[in-house]
């Protein structure tokens, strides 16, 4: 049964600013199983998950139905040898996109209570199709995960929580700079920083504040340059926190991440002024769109060039490039798109004018 603390979504305080963009955890794994009315000995089935995994795939797909049912994801084809765990199985998207794992197996997995654990992990894209599925209700989406993780001794390992800057009004050199004049000072410390400079070439800078081994991890970088345009003045501010043996990450951290973000980096009080969850979506849209035109021109411009110069007519022209098509869109295609795509808006605008 999941407890009584999901209490609706009136508790989800996250705002519509700050979006959770990593997220791992681990759970009891017989309690999980059990919660999927599992048809067989539990303990017959962690012992063949130690030996020879072959219930694998069984195991990640109960362990997939419980936390992330409705989604619509999938599993890859087979459970593959882990780090930590013996046994990890990708999840992927509609498309076969790698969104995430679920890993189990081994004795090293259990706590020192004796729980016998499971690991689950999304990916960013893996959370804005979690988010997504729920349509306008995420926050309810976070509620009912935090909710399922309570109720088989689920523990935070990871969490990334992120804020976008889409005017570029906080750039990186603000965040060098505030580094700099001791901004991000901790008790009176500097925690290191690393710069990663682009140098001009549009591909995107990104510094961080803060080294992998740490607990709390500040990324500022240039999303939408990494997305693919150049031009971008996109700035995103992104956290990741990790649980230690020192220090638990709080599950109400699925509830209200913006107030455990600026907890963590007071600094960044300007977060309330920032992007919608709307506002990225389009801009990450805007900016795929983009580097997919460049690059169709620039890997295939001369090629099409050929095409037009021996075709003797626009009806020609049009029965070529149709017979070089497939029968499905790209992934970053909306129904708005071509309205982002300058010549086919040009087509379009100068049609509307004539009728």
Request: glycine share 10%; hydrophobic share 40%; proline share 4%.
């Amino acid at each position: 049964m999941l407890p009584s603390s999901n209490r609706g979504v009136s508790e989800f305080r996250q705002g519509p600013n700050v979006l959770v963009d990593w997220i791992a955890a681990s759970v009891d794994l017989p309690a999980v199983l059990a919660e999927q009315a599992w048809p067989v000995s539990i303990k017959e089935t962690l012992d063949t998950l130690d030996s020879s995994g072959a219930n694998a795939l069984d195991v990640a797909l109960a362990v997939l139905a419980f936390f992330f049912g409705g989604c619509g994801f999938t599993l890859a084809d087979e459970a593959r040898p882990g780090r930590f765990y013996l046994w990890r199985v990708g999840v992927r998207d509609a498309q076969g996109n790698h969104v995430g794992l679920i890993e189990f197996g081994g004795t090293n997995t259990v706590r020192k209570d004796g729980v016998y654990t499971a690991r689950i992990e999304l990916t960013g894209n893996g959370c804005r199709i979690y988010e997504g599925a729920a349509g306008s209700g995420h926050a309810k989406r976070w509620l009912e995960l935090r909710a399922k993780l309570e109720s088989c001794a689920g523990r935070l390992t990871r969490i990334d929580v992120a804020a976008d800057d889409l005017q570029g009004a906080f750039p990186i050199q603000w965040a060098i700079s505030t580094w700099q004049n001791g901004g991000f000072d901790n008790r009176g410390q500097r925690p290191k920083s690393q710069h990663i400079n682009d140098f001009g070439s549009g591909e995107g800078s990104t510094l961080y504040v803060g080294t992998v081994a740490s607990e709390k991890r500040l990324r500022v970088y240039e999303k939408g340059k990494e997305q693919g345009d150049p031009e971008s003045s996109w700035v995103r501010y992104e956290a990741e926190f990790k649980a230690s043996n020192r220090k638990e990450l709080p599950l109400d951290l699925l509830r209200d991440p913006r107030s455990y973000l600026l907890g963590a980096y007071p600094v960044l009080r300007f977060l309330n002024a920032l992007a919608t969850r709307i506002d990225v979506t389009n801009s990450a849209a805007t900016a795929t769109l983009k580097s997919a035109r460049r690059h169709l021109r620039r890997q295939y411009g001369a090629t099409l060039n050929f095409i037009v110069k021996h075709t003797r007519s626009d009806a020609e022209l049009a029965t070529v490039v149709r017979s070089l098509t497939k029968p499905k869109l790209p992934d970053w295609a909306t129904t708005s798109s071509g309205n982002d795509w300058p010549e086919i808006l040009s087509i379009t605008t100068s049609e509307a004018m004539q009728k």
